[in-house]
């Protein structure tokens, strides 16, 4: 006879074995979880970022030009430079002149070349050499030929510069600056005449052929040209005569002068020692090719007096004045 309480089925005891299951696997599971928890640091980490950076733009800081007060060559040209400072964190070895533009403050930098307000050099013409001791500090230079005729008054300097890429040989990248400075050109006033008129071989009482002497502006404004003579190369004790000869002299008005070829001896006006003024305006020469209006021409013609013989010589001073 079974005892009350004691007796156990098949199915409960597959219910009691189930339950034991889950408790142990439920206790295994909080444990891993409890270690786990423990670990300190295992989301946290570094990494160091490179970069080499091989090439920097140059900075061209300053421009001049020099002179800063330009006094132009009458008849020729004058050397201007234009200097550049740089500074390059790569080094000034690689820094080249680009382009350099001089010109007027009539016009500006991209006109056209014209010797009057124009001018411009390229890197071929230029040169950058080392500054002092350090190698990041360069000074370019670009000198330009200024003609006398070159318009007076304010000039820019413009210069553009470019490095090469550093010390890269995989990849090239060009990188420019540019800068510019001013500076002055002052008026001068010249002009050109020959340095001799020859009558030829005369007898006593013969007139020369007409003689041409021509009379150019070699300055940057426009001038007026006055002329007087006088005997031998005194302007004070010869001052009444035009020519000194070996035996005897000739008086002033032997020798004349005109504006018109052509003009016969005796309408032509008489040399004086005091500056009589041509009466006419040479403007300034805006050909680049060749003269222009810039140029005038006087004739001349010479009347031999008797009781004179020999080598003869005197000086015609022409003189120029500007408006």
């Given at each position: 006879?079974?005892?009350?309480?004691?007796?156990?089925?098949?199915?409960?005891?597959?219910?009691?074995?189930?339950?034991?299951?889950?408790?142990?696997?439920?206790?295994?599971?909080?444990?891993?979880?409890?270690?786990?928890?423990?670990?300190?640091?295992?989301?946290?980490?570094?990494?160091?970022?490179?970069?080499?950076?091989?090439?920097?733009?140059?900075?061209?800081?300053?421009?001049?030009?020099?002179?800063?007060?330009?006094?132009?060559?009458?008849?020729?040209?004058?050397?201007?430079?234009?200097?550049?400072?740089?500074?390059?964190?790569?080094?000034?070895?690689?820094?080249?002149?680009?382009?350099?533009?001089?010109?007027?403050?009539?016009?500006?930098?991209?006109?056209?070349?014209?010797?009057?307000?124009?001018?411009?050099?390229?890197?071929?013409?230029?040169?950058?050499?080392?500054?002092?001791?350090?190698?990041?500090?360069?000074?370019?230079?670009?000198?330009?030929?200024?003609?006398?005729?070159?318009?007076?008054?304010?000039?820019?300097?413009?210069?553009?510069?470019?490095?090469?890429?550093?010390?890269?040989?995989?990849?090239?990248?060009n990188f420019n600056s540019s800068n510019e400075g001013t500076g002055v050109i002052n008026t001068v006033v010249g002009i050109n005449v020959p340095a001799e008129l020859d009558y030829?071989?005369?007898?006593?009482?013969?007139?020369?052929?007409?003689?041409?002497?021509?009379?150019?502006?070699?300055?940057?404004?426009?001038?007026?040209?006055?002329?007087?003579?006088?005997?031998?190369?005194?302007?004070?004790?010869?001052?009444?005569?035009?020519?000194?000869?070996?035996?005897?002299?000739?008086?002033?008005?032997?020798?004349?002068?005109?504006?018109v070829s052509g003009t016969a001896y005796a309408s032509m006006i008489a040399l004086t020692n005091e500056s009589v003024s041509l009466n006419w305006t040479l403007p300034v020469r805006?050909?680049?090719?060749?003269?222009?209006?810039?140029?005038?021409?006087?004739?001349?013609?010479?009347?031999?007096?008797?009781?004179?013989?020999?080598?003869?010589?005197?000086?015609?001073?022409?003189?120029?004045?500007?408006?």
């Amino acid at each position: 006879m079974r005892k009350e309480g004691t007796i156990v089925s098949k199915e409960s005891g597959i219910i009691i074995a189930f339950v034991s299951l889950f408790l142990a696997v439920i206790s295994v599971l909080v444990g891993v979880s409890m270690v786990t928890s423990g670990v300190i640091g295992a989301n946290q980490s570094t990494t160091i970022a490179r970069v080499y950076v091989w090439n920097t733009e140059p900075n061209l800081y300053s421009v001049t030009m020099t002179p800063a007060a330009v006094d132009l060559t009458p008849g020729n040209t004058t050397q201007v430079n234009c200097t550049g400072y740089v500074w390059d964190y790569n080094g000034f070895a690689d820094v080249n002149v680009t382009e350099a533009i001089l010109y007027h403050s009539t016009v500006v930098s991209t006109d056209a070349d014209d010797n009057n307000n124009h001018y411009t050099l390229t890197g071929a013409n230029c040169s950058c050499n080392q500054t002092g001791s350090s190698d990041t500090n360069a000074t370019c230079i670009c000198p330009f030929d200024v003609w006398y005729y070159a318009t007076n008054g304010t000039w820019t300097c413009n210069m553009t510069i470019s490095d090469k890429g550093g010390n890269a040989t995989e990849r090239i990248y060009n990188f420019n600056s540019s800068n510019e400075g001013t500076g002055v050109i002052n008026t001068v006033v010249g002009i050109n005449v020959p340095a001799e008129l020859d009558y030829g071989n005369l007898s006593v009482t013969e007139t020369s052929t007409e003689k041409v002497a021509n009379i150019s502006n070699f300055g940057n404004v426009p001038i007026n040209i006055s002329v007087r003579g006088y005997g031998g190369t005194d302007s004070t004790a010869q001052h009444n005569l035009s020519m000194i000869c070996a035996y005897g002299n000739m008086t002033m008005e032997k020798e004349k002068w005109s504006l018109v070829s052509g003009t016969a001896y005796a309408s032509m006006i008489a040399l004086t020692n005091e500056s009589v003024s041509l009466n006419w305006t040479l403007p300034v020469r805006t050909n680049d090719d060749g003269y222009g209006m810039d140029t005038n021409s006087t004739y001349w013609r010479l009347e031999v007096p008797l009781t004179v013989g020999g080598n003869c010589n005197g000086t015609l001073e022409f003189t120029a004045n500007t408006e």
